[in-house]
C-alpha cells in the first residue's frame, strides 16, 4: 500500500512559526506532525510514502530520509517554487501511488487517528475520514447520509485532511496547479465518496495560537 503526505505548503497562516520550519516539522508535545504521520501510516500497513517538497523542503529530507527509522519507504516529489496545491501535487506523484487505492494526509494536522484496513466500498472513488465540526468553524463540509458523504444543508462534518482515493479519481483532471476540494465536491454530488466519522483527537494546527493551545494541554 502506497500513501502521500502534503507537506508543501508555505504554511502562512503559521507564521512566524513556518518562517524557519516548515509545517511538517512543527512540534506538537515534544513530536514532529510529521513523525507521526509516517508511524500513522506504517501501523496501517503503508510501504511507501511519497513526500511532496515545497517551502524548507530540504528540512524534511534531513530529518526523515529514506524513511527507513520510521518503518517505511520514502520517495520526495519536489516541487519547490511551483507548489501545485492539493490536487496538483497528487497527480504528479500518480506514478509512485500506483494502480491501487491510496492515503493522502495534510501534513498540518494533529490526530491519533487509526486508519482503517479493510477495503473501500466498490462504488466509492473516494473515501473520506470525516471529524465532527470544531469550535473555530463556524460551519462543517459535508454530511454523512448512509456511509455517503453529501453536500448537504446541515454540514456538521468537518474533512479531516485525512483521505483514501482510487486512482481512477484523478483521470479526468487538469493538469498543473489546481485544488481538489471542486473535485470532491462533484463526485459527492454523483455519490461516489464514502466516509467514515472519527471522534478521537484530531485538531488542525492551522494558527500559532491553535498550537500554543495544543501544546499546554
Same mark, same amino acid.
Given at each position: 500500500?502506497?500513501?502521500? %503526505?502534503?507537506?508543501?505548503?508555505? !504554511? @502562512?497562516?503559521?507564521?512566524?512559526?513556518?518562517? $524557519?520550519?516548515? +509545517?511538517?516539522? *512543527?512540534? /506538537?508535545?515534544?513530536?514532529?506532525?510529521?513523525?507521526?504521520?509516517?508511524?500513522?501510516?506504517?501501523?496501517?500497513?503503508?510501504?511507501?510514502?511519497? %513526500?511532496?517538497?515545497?517551502?524548507? !523542503? @530540504?528540512?524534511?529530507?534531513?530529518?526523515?530520509? $529514506?524513511?527507513? +527509522?520510521?518503518? *517505511?519507504? /520514502?520517495?520526495?516529489?519536489?516541487?519547490?517554487?511551483?507548489?501545485?496545491?492539493?490536487?496538483?501535487?497528487?497527480?504528479?506523484?500518480?506514478?509512485?501511488?500506483?494502480?491501487?487505492?491510496?492515503?493522502?494526509?495534510?501534513?498540518?494536522?494533529?490526530?491519533?487517528?487509526?486508519?482503517?484496513?479493510?477495503?473501500?466500498?466498490?462504488?466509492?472513488?473516494?473515501?473520506?475520514?470525516?471529524?465532527?465540526?470544531?469550535?473555530?468553524?463556524?460551519?462543517?463540509?459535508?454530511?454523512?447520509?448512509?456511509?455517503?458523504?453529501?453536500?448537504?444543508?446541515?454540514?456538521?462534518?468537518?474533512?479531516?485532511?485525512?483521505?483514501?482515493?482510487?486512482?481512477?479519481?484523478?483521470?479526468?483532471?487538469?493538469?498543473?496547479?489546481?485544488?481538489?476540494?471542486?473535485?470532491?465536491?462533484?463526485?459527492?454530488?454523483?455519490?461516489?465518496?464514502?466516509?467514515?466519522?472519527?471522534?478521537?483527537?484530531?485538531?488542525?494546527?492551522?494558527?500559532?495560537?491553535?498550537?500554543?493551545?495544543?501544546?499546554?494541554?
Amino acid at each position: 500500500m502506497t500513501a502521500m %503526505i502534503l507537506a508543501a505548503g508555505r !504554511g @502562512e497562516r503559521l507564521r512566524p512559526v513556518t518562517d $524557519t520550519v516548515p +509545517k511538517a516539522l *512543527v512540534e /506538537v508535545r515534544g513530536e514532529k506532525l510529521l513523525d507521526r504521520h509516517l508511524s500513522m501510516l506504517a501501523n496501517a500497513n503503508v510501504q511507501t510514502v511519497v %513526500i511532496n517538497l515545497g517551502w524548507l !523542503g @530540504e528540512q524534511i529530507v534531513n530529518h526523515v530520509g $529514506t524513511g527507513k +527509522k520510521f518503518g *517505511v519507504n /520514502v520517495v520526495y516529489s519536489p516541487e519547490y517554487d511551483n507548489v501545485l496545491e492539493t490536487g496538483g501535487g497528487i497527480c504528479r506523484a500518480l506514478p509512485v501511488l500506483g494502480s491501487e487505492a491510496f492515503w493522502v494526509v495534510n501534513a498540518d494536522i494533529y490526530t491519533d487517528m487509526r486508519l482503517p484496513t479493510d477495503e473501500m466500498p466498490d462504488d466509492a472513488l473516494v473515501q473520506l475520514m470525516l471529524v465532527p465540526r470544531p469550535a473555530h468553524k463556524s460551519r462543517g463540509d459535508f454530511d454523512l447520509v448512509d456511509g455517503k458523504v453529501r453536500n448537504g444543508d446541515e454540514r456538521l462534518l468537518t474533512f479531516s485532511g485525512v483521505a483514501r482515493y482510487r486512482p481512477e479519481f484523478f483521470a479526468e483532471a487538469p493538469g498543473g496547479r489546481f485544488s481538489v476540494v471542486p473535485m470532491l465536491r462533484q463526485a459527492a454530488d454523483d455519490g461516489r465518496i464514502s466516509g467514515r466519522v472519527f471522534e478521537g483527537a484530531w485538531e488542525d494546527v492551522g494558527t500559532p495560537e491553535r498550537l500554543a493551545d495544543l501544546n499546554s494541554r
